[in-house]
């Protein structure tokens, strides 16, 4: 497998997860401010998780469908590296935010079927990287984070103007297929990596980054 993948950790609630997250080679930890969702981080509680960060990694913050007071509320008071937006923000959306923070956003783009790559296209043309997430099932409550696995054969060989990331059901026994099979040199996990929902898994983050590098 190759070593010069990125693997982000998203959902970290604490700091001895960013501290196990860091050791363990993570190039991105991903804080979430959705209120639906078991990571769900208050403003003061991300203010010290992304002060707590290690440089050179990066910090990111995961919004759904946010307006201009939250994202003025989450970028004055947490450390930030990028903005992910992981709703059903247009083009428009993500080129407003992009100008307003001037932090690089990565827009997440849900896939169910060949029917979702064009909106995949079109948002790689705006956004500062893109990531490439199963499409969650129809009524769910959360956007990600549902641990389903999407087909990844649809994604293989295909390369957009921007670097891109694959998410959606990964965990230590299937990622080093998914990024064989896919041809991606990013990774996101979240609920691959937990014991229960929300609650990172210390052994399983290590053997996640592992193989996902190694």
């Not at 923070?101 to 060949?114: F, H």
Request: proline share 7%; hydrophobic share 45%.
């Amino acid at each position: 497998m190759p070593a010069n993948i990125r693997v982000k950790i998203c959902g970290l609630r604490d700091t001895a997860m960013i501290d196990v997250a860091a050791r363990a080679g993570a190039g991105y930890v991903g804080f979430v401010f959705f209120p639906k969702s078991p990571r769900f981080v208050s403003l003061s509680e991300a203010a010290e998780l992304g002060s707590h960060v290690p440089f050179g990694v990066a910090k990111v913050a995961l919004v759904v469908d946010p307006d201009d007071a939250l994202l003025d509320q989450i970028t004055a008071q947490v450390p930030l590296d990028m903005i992910q937006l992981h709703g059903h923000e247009s083009p428009e959306r993500v080129a407003q935010v992009k100008s307003r923070y001037g932090l690089p956003v990565m827009k997440v783009v849900g896939v169910g079927d060949a029917s979702d790559l064009a909106e995949l296209d079109v948002q790689a043309r705006v956004a500062d990287q893109i990531l490439v997430d199963t499409k969650p099932p129809k009524g769910a409550d959360l956007p990600g984070g549902n641990g389903l696995v999407f087909d990844w054969g649809l994604v293989a060989r295909r390369r957009w103007p921007c670097p891109w990331m694959l998410a959606g059901g990964l965990n230590a026994g299937n990622v080093g297929e998914a990024i064989a099979t896919s041809g991606t040199r990013q990774v996101d996990v979240s609920s691959g990596v937990e014991s229960a929902p929300g609650v990172k898994d210390a052994a399983k983050i290590k053997a996640f980054i592992d193989a996902a590098t190694c």
